[in-house]
């Protein structure tokens, strides 16, 4: 199997019990926010660093704001470095957004797509990651509203990436959600990301909330355009580590695994075509 062939799955508090008797062979790596672990002590904490100790995890932030207009917290930045370190956590990914203004917001707001935000954002990535001493890898993120845009989604993404000089954790169902609300070809989207930039891949699902009105939850089964999504991906731009997103409405974990059990055929299939090729 190669090394790009893995198929991982957010852990949530909830499941720690049941994966620390075993975790089942379709998830090759977890992923967290490092948020919502960093505090944790007595049970918990023991129980997260049990399966830190014996697996693959990554690390995917949600208060960041790499966008936003104050200073960055780099007290935060810190702890974040530490958690990392402790852990042996190399993978460190945010979100291309904001969620802090004058006060912490708790929701991903979207960046004007300007250059001036493009530098802005870039002076700040080079920060945390000096801070780091690892790559932050920034995310497509899905939004609903551009305000004060002097340019394309794309161009904005491509731009920071270039800037920043910096990874990037391709959200194949942002893409699909982004090309329904805001009228584009996912498809154009998608093969116009700089491949030798992708780190690793996101799948979730959303809600459909009218015709031309998709909510990115990731509360529900993924649907078929998205798995399509993912394939063409996987052609483009070759198979990557990807993520099954799971926040809400988590089903049992036998539904998880069928998900990522379709993750790895989706895997499979894009090796031996290009094998055969």
């Not at 001493?133 to 993404?157: D, K, T, W």
């Amino acid at each position: 199997m190669s090394e790009r062939a893995l198929a991982g799955l957010g852990l949530r508090r909830e499941m720690l019990n049941e994966f620390c008797l075993a975790v089942p062979q379709e998830i090759d790596f977890f992923e967290v926010a490092p948020e919502n672990w960093m505090p944790l002590g007595g049970k918990l904490g023991r129980q997260f660093r049990q399966l830190t100790e014996k697996h693959r995890f990554f690390c995917h932030g949600l208060s960041l704001s790499i966008g936003g207009p104050n200073d960055l917290d780099m007290d935060f930045v810190k702890q974040v470095k530490s958690f990392l370190d402790w852990h042996g956590i190399e993978i460190y990914s945010e979100h291309l957004s904001y969620c802090s203004g004058k006060g912490q917001m708790y929701d991903l707001m979207p960046i004007p797509f300007t250059s001036d935000a493009v530098t802005h954002v870039a002076k700040r990535v080079r920060q945390v990651q000096d801070i780091l001493e690892r790559p932050l890898i920034l995310e497509n993120v899905s939004f609903y509203a551009a305000p004060g845009a002097e340019m394309s989604e794309l161009e904005f993404v491509t731009s920071v990436l270039d800037e920043a000089d910096c990874g990037l954790l391709l959200d194949v169902n942002n893409i699909y959600v982004n090309s329904v609300n805001h009228g584009y070809d996912p498809r154009a989207f998608l093969a116009a990301m700089p491949t030798e930039r992708i780190r690793y891949l996101h799948i979730a699902g959303h809600h459909v909330e009218a015709e031309d009105l998709i909510v990115d939850t990731h509360g529900a089964a993924i649907v078929d355009p998205v798995w399509q999504l993912l394939d063409d991906c996987y052609r483009i731009h070759g198979v990557h580590p990807t993520l099954l997103e799971r926040d809400f409405n988590i089903p049992a974990t036998s539904v998880l695994l069928a998900e990522l059990q379709q993750i790895h055929s989706a895997q499979r299939k894009a090796l031996q075509l290009k094998d055969a090729s």
